[in-house]
Structure formats: C-alpha cells, structure tokens
C-alpha cells in the first residue's frame, strides 16, 4: 500500500486551566494523499486551525502521531507552508521583499531568490508590482503576496487557513478562481493543499474531499466526497444538493426529546456553551423565517439571502434551537409555534418570551440564584467570570460571559454596569436588602 502523504493518528491537543482539562482535538484520524484538496469544516472552536497547525508541525500535539511520507515529523515542516487568514506581510518591504523572505530563510541565495520571487509574482498576476508596499495594495492583492511567500519555496503540501475571510465578496471570488487556476492546471509544485474553512460553499466549490469536524471535543464525524467535476457552478442543482447536504450534516436534526440543556457551575454532568450570538441576529432570522411561506427554508438560501456567512447562521440556528424557537432537520429551519409567537410579537412581548426560555437555562438559573443571595443583589463580573473558567478555558469564558450578559440583559432578568463590573438586579429580593 502507497505511504500517504500526510497522516495523522490519534491526535489530540489538550489545554489545561487550573485543575481542569480541556480537549481541543481528541483521537483525530487524518490521511491525505497526492493529488488532493482537502478541506477541513466545522463550527468555530471545533479545533481546525490547531490540527491544521499540528499538520505542518508549528504545533506539538498531547498525544497521537503525525507522519510525512511515512516518517514522524519532529519540528516545523520542511515541505509544507500556511497561508492564514490576515495578511502578515512585513509594512516595510516591498512586494518583491516580502516573497524573497521566505527564500531568504531557507539559506537561498540573493540572485536565485530574486529571480524565482519575481517568477511566482507573475503566475499569480503582481507583475508590475514589484517595488509596492503593502499598504498600497487592495485587499485581495495583499493577500496574493501572501500566496506568492507560502509557494515561492516550492512546497508539497500548502496549507490554507481560512485564507479568504478577510477579504470581500469579489475579491475573495476572484482569488479562488486564481487558486483553482494554478493548482488544476498544475502551475504550482504543490504535490497537495489542506485548507481550514468555515464557509460551506467555498468548500464545495473547491475541495474534493470534506471533513466535517464538531467541537466538544474537536473531532472529525463525517467526510464527504465531491465528485463534481471542475469549475463547478454555484448554481447548478448538484452543486446546490451537495451544498445543502453538508448543511444537514452541520446542523444536525432537532430530536424530539427536550434539548440538551447541559447543567450549572457546580453541578454534575457538562455545561453546554451558549452560541456567541447577539439577540438581534436571533430576531432577524426568525423574522425572515416567519415571512416565507410556510416558516421553513433551507438553510443554504438563507444563508444567501441574508448575506451571512455559514457559520454565522449556524450559531444563530444553534441558539434558536436551544431556546425551543427552531427544529432543524434535513438542512432545513422551521419555525415553531413559539417561535412564530416571537416573530410576529411586539417589543416588550418578545422581551417577556426570551426571558421565559432563558430562565431554563441551567446557567442563568445558576446566575440569578446567586444574584438573589448577594448582598443587594450585585455582583461583580470578575467573580462570575472565574467561576465560568473552572468549566472553559479562559478566552471562552470570557466570551460565554458576554453571551450571558447580552441575552440577561435583553430578558430584563439582570442589569451590567460596564465600567464597575458589577452585574445586579434591579428589583432586590427582600432578604437581600
């Protein structure tokens, strides 16, 4: 049997906090071979740009194996490269300055270094822009240098992380057509590209093979393999069918037992995280939803008609699920009969439901039941804030704390003053007077 390219076995990446553990990634399997465009897919925070990371060796994972052509890979990797999402390009040098610099590193010498630098710039259309600085460059062209760097030095496996988010609609089109150009008519040495995506249709459109990952832990659940031949058309039916299936898959299907609502600091069993989603996003949706025929759409359109990126909607959907206002199934939204309730509701008569379905929440009950034994019902931020770290690493406790002030606040179940930290209610139980 022919080594793969790149393999990973058993890989996970785990973070400590205090006493606890935190699994990034557990007992990921990957194997790519020659020839292929591998995608990796999934939420934010389900660990694809640490895998991708481990894959070309800037990361060292907990335990697992990662082998190049067979071999363990100890360090950074030789033979492969990573373009990421910003630009990273040094304000100082120009265009040409900012490719030789990966040359440079690599012992090349100046003539050579030049003269290859000069050659990619013009595959990948900066001919002319040599002697720019960045800062004249428009987005779109920014990141083409960066392209220019991570291929100049003739890397096997390039690995794209996120490598158009940054950039606009049309700009981000047209680098991917570029990129489709170079790879398919064999105008790059790159024996094969693993890229780290968020945008559904962006991987459809360019990868042959997906791997969907979840998170909690991170891990990889599903592939799928994209048979449609190449340039594919967004608007064609198969394209279209496959960009919803990998919806489907993303989204999962409400089950008709109660959700999982996952348990408060302090007692047994997890706490699920709540979706980083503001309450005017939630709004939004369920107001679109409510104006089609029926309550329901595929997910994959309203992505499109309501200018939002995949993963977006898929947190709005997650937290819309939660809160009983959604089911999904079969890459599909519908509204329930409370959801519909909330749509066509006034002001205060949405803040009086939202309010409703938060307070069974296991973690605001937590909450306000702490607010109401504080003495005047105030508490300071900070203290929840470490409470909620013992059950997530800090950067996203932090942000589980914005989610929790931002929905209590729009419940009208508690009040933040900002600039004390200090959370409080605004009606104070009589014991706490």
């Given at each position: 049997m022919a080594e793969h390219l790149l393999e990973l076995r058993k890989v996970s990446q785990v973070y400590r906090s205090g006493e606890r553990e935190f699994f990034a990634l557990k007992d990921v399997d990957l194997a790519l071979d020659e020839g292929e465009f591998v995608?990796?897919?999934?939420?934010?925070?389900?660990?694809?740009?640490?895998?991708?990371?481990?894959?070309?060796?800037l990361q060292r994972p907990?335990?697992?194996?990662?082998?190049?052509?067979?071999?363990?890979?100890?360090?950074?990797?030789?033979?492969?490269?990573?373009?990421?999402?910003?630009?990273?390009?040094?304000p100082w040098l120009t265009v040409l300055e900012n490719v030789e610099v990966a040359?440079?590193?690599?012992?090349?010498?100046?003539?050579?270094?030049?003269?290859?630098?000069?050659?990619?710039?013009?595959?990948?259309g900066l001919d002319g822009f040599e002697e720019a600085y960045p800062r004249e460059l428009s987005g779109g062209m920014r990141q083409k240098v960066g392209f220019a760097r991570a291929m100049v030095v003739e890397p096997e496996l390039l690995c794209l992380d996120e490598p158009f988010s940054a950039l606009d609609v049309l700009s981000a089109a047209a680098l991917r057509g570029e990129l489709l150009e170079l790879w398919l008519g064999g105008k790059i040495p790159t024996k094969a590209i693993l890229m780290v995506t968020h945008n559904i249709e962006e991987a459809v459109l360019l990868g042959d093979r997906?791997?969907?990952?979840?998170?909690?832990?991170?891990?990889?659940?599903?592939?799928?393999?994209?048979?449609?031949?190449?340039?594919?058309?967004?608007?064609?039916?198969?394209?279209?069918?496959?960009?919803?299936?990998?919806?489907?898959?993303?989204?999962g299907e409400t089950q008709p037992e109660p959700v999982e609502l996952g348990s408060a600091p302090g007692e047994p069993g997890r706490i699920r995280a709540l979706p980083n989603v503001p309450v005017v996003s939630m709004a939004g949706l369920l107001e679109a939803l409510a104006a089609t025929p029926g309550g329901r759409q595929d997910l994959y359109k309203l992505a499109s008609e309501l200018q939002v990126d995949s993963d977006q909607l898929l947190r709005i959907v997650e937290a819309l699920e939660l809160l009983g206002f959604?089911?999904?199934?079969?890459?599909?939204?519908?509204?329930?009969?409370?959801?519909?309730?909330?749509?066509?509701?006034?002001?205060?008569?949405?803040?009086?439901?939202?309010?409703?379905?938060?307070?069974?929440?296991?973690?605001?009950?937590w909450l306000l039941e702490l607010l109401e034994a504080a003495e005047g019902g105030k508490l300071r931020g900070e203290v929840v804030q470490r409470a909620l770290e013992l059950q997530f690493p800090p950067a996203e406790a932090e942000k589980q704390f914005g989610v929790i002030v931002n929905w209590g606040r729009y419940a009208e179940l508690f009040a933040y003053d900002d600039t004390s930290d200090v959370l409080y209610l605004e009606t104070v139980p009589a014991q706490s007077k």
């Open positions: 995608v990796l897919l999934g939420p934010s925070g389900c660990g694809k740009s640490t895998l991708l990371r481990i894959a070309t060796g907990t335990s697992g194996e990662v082998l190049y052509r067979g071999e363990p890979l100890r360090g950074v990797n030789p033979k492969a490269t990573i373009v990421f999402q910003t630009f990273a390009l040094f040359l440079a590193a690599r012992g090349v010498a100046p003539e050579e270094r030049r003269r290859r630098a000069l050659e990619m710039l013009d595959r990948v997906l791997l969907i990952m979840e998170k909690d832990p991170g891990r990889i659940v599903a592939e799928i393999r994209v048979a449609i031949p190449h340039p594919r058309q967004p608007q064609a039916p198969d394209f279209r069918a496959m960009v919803d299936e990998v919806y489907a898959l993303l989204a959604v089911t999904v199934a079969k890459g599909d939204v519908a509204l329930t009969p409370l959801g519909e309730t909330f749509a066509e509701a006034g002001i205060l008569a949405r803040k009086e439901i939202f309010a409703s379905r938060i307070r069974r929440i296991p973690i605001f009950r």
